[in-house]
């Protein structure tokens, strides 16, 4: 099966711009997830959908960070104004439930450097 | 905060076994072992997981002990490719999220 799409690979961008990152996932899983991981940590959870609802959105910081998916499938994470502390690396998950058993499947990041 | 603790780093010589170890002190009794890996600039790849059993996948081998306290990812026959972070992570039946910790650097050394 084709695994989780994400693009770009790379961004860099000046502070105070904006910036976008898209995902697809697998066909047919319904949960969603974006994780952020700075240099030298573990991924931390920002977002889950379950289909085009928001399960869980307590660790994304939305004065800045919004994210969407519209029609339950492809997924938009935008960052509006970035700052320097937000270089780090965006994951994008899927899993087919979103239930214990239903292991994740990540994407393989977009880099992003905010200068 | 990841509940889990890891050793930052461990070298296993290729072609022996890698045996990662993982406590899971405050595990309760319907939370999972999760193990998960990611090799330098890819996404984390799951591995296995376990409630209570220990289990066995073409990857790994994943033991957990009787009181369910630690757990111990076993790689039979370590290749050069195995080299990555390995997370190990428990996990609520309720809320499927996974919570990382910073993992253990496994090095494959030739």
């Known amino acids: 099966e084709a695994g989780v799409a994400q693009s770009p690979r790379y961004k860099i961008i000046e502070k105070r711009q904006s910036v976008a990152f898209w995902c697809n996932p697998i066909?047919?899983?319904?949960?969603l997830y974006w994780y952020q991981q700075i240099l030298g940590q573990g991924p931390k959870l920002l977002i889950q959908?379950?289909?085009?609802?928001?399960?869980?959105d307590s660790q994304l910081p939305k004065d800045r960070f919004s994210a969407e998916r519209l029609k339950g499938v492809d997924s938009t994470l935008k960052i509006q104004p970035a700052k320097l502390e937000d270089s780090a690396v965006y994951l994008c998950?899927?899993?087919?439930?979103?239930?214990?058993?239903?292991?994740?499947?990540f994407g393989n990041g977009t880099r992003l450097t905010v200068t | 905060d990841a509940k889990t603790t890891q050793p930052p780093s461990m070298d296993c010589a290729e072609g022996r076994a890698a045996n990662l170890p993982c406590n899971h002190s405050?595990?309760?009794?319907?939370?999972?072992v999760y193990w998960y890996r990611q090799i330098h600039s890819q996404g984390p790849q799951y591995i296995i997981h376990?409630?209570?059993n220990n289990e066995t996948n073409e990857m790994a081998s994943l033991i957990i002990t009787e009181d369910r306290k630690s757990s111990t990812l076993i790689l039979p026959h370590a290749t050069l490719r195995d080299t990555a972070v390995y997370y190990c992570?428990?996990?609520?039946?309720?809320?499927?999220?996974?919570?990382f910790g910073k993992g253990t650097k496994l090095s494959v050394i030739p």
């Open positions: 066909s047919g899983h319904a949960t």
């Open positions: 405050t595990i309760s009794g319907n939370e999972y």
């Open positions: 992570i428990d996990t609520g039946a309720g809320s499927y999220q996974l919570t």
């Open positions: 376990g409630l209570k």
């Open positions: 959908f379950q289909n085009n609802g928001v399960v869980d």
């Open positions: 998950a899927s899993s087919l439930q979103g239930e214990v058993n239903s292991p994740l499947h």
